[in-house]
Nanobody
Framework: QVQLVESGGGLVQAGGSLRLSCAAS????????IGWFRQAPGKERDFVAA????????DYADSVKGRFTISRDNAKNTVTLQMNSLKPEDTAVYYC??????????????????WGQGTQVTVSS
C-alpha cells in the first residue's frame, strides 16, 4: 500500500512557476514509477510526466516538455514536479500516482494503483 499526498498548488500568473510535491507513505514507494496527471473541468485526466522507480528515466507529455521537470528522492519518499513558464492551459487539478511497477505504460491511468487527492493549479492570463 502507498498513500500519496500532493501539495504546492495555487494561483500564479502566466509565465510564472510552481513546484508541486508528492509525499508518499507506505513501505513500497521505491518500487513504483510515479506519474503526474492533470484534469481540467469537463475533460479527461491527462498524462503530464512520469519517472522510473530509480529516477533514472523520465517521460513528458509534449505539451509540457521543456517547461516541466519531474524528480524524486527515494530517501525522502517524495516526487517533485517543477513547473516553469506556466500557461493558462496548464490550469487543472494535478494528481500524483504510483504505477503498478517500476516502469511500463506510464501514460495510461489504468496502469496506476494508487492516487493522491489532487492539488489545484490555476494560471491566470
Amino acid at each position: 500500500q502507498v498513500q500519496l499526498v500532493e501539495s504546492g498548488g495555487g494561483l500564479v500568473q502566466a509565465g510564472g512557476s510552481l513546484r508541486l510535491s508528492c509525499a508518499a507513505s507506505g513501505g513500497t514507494f521505491g518500487r513504483h514509477a510515479i506519474g503526474w496527471f492533470r484534469q481540467a473541468p469537463g475533460k479527461e485526466r491527462d498524462f503530464v510526466a512520469a519517472i522510473t522507480s530509480s529516477g533514472g528515466t523520465t517521460d513528458y507529455a509534449d505539451s509540457v516538455k521543456g517547461r516541466f521537470t519531474i524528480s524524486r528522492d527515494n530517501a525522502k519518499n517524495t516526487v517533485t514536479l517543477q513547473m516553469n513558464s506556466l500557461k493558462p492551459e496548464d490550469t487543472a487539478v494535478y494528481y500524483c500516482a504510483a504505477h503498478r511497477s517500476g516502469w511500463g505504460f506510464v501514460r495510461t491511468t489504468t496502469e496506476y494503483d494508487y492516487w493522491g487527492q489532487g492539488t489545484q493549479v490555476t494560471v491566470s492570463s
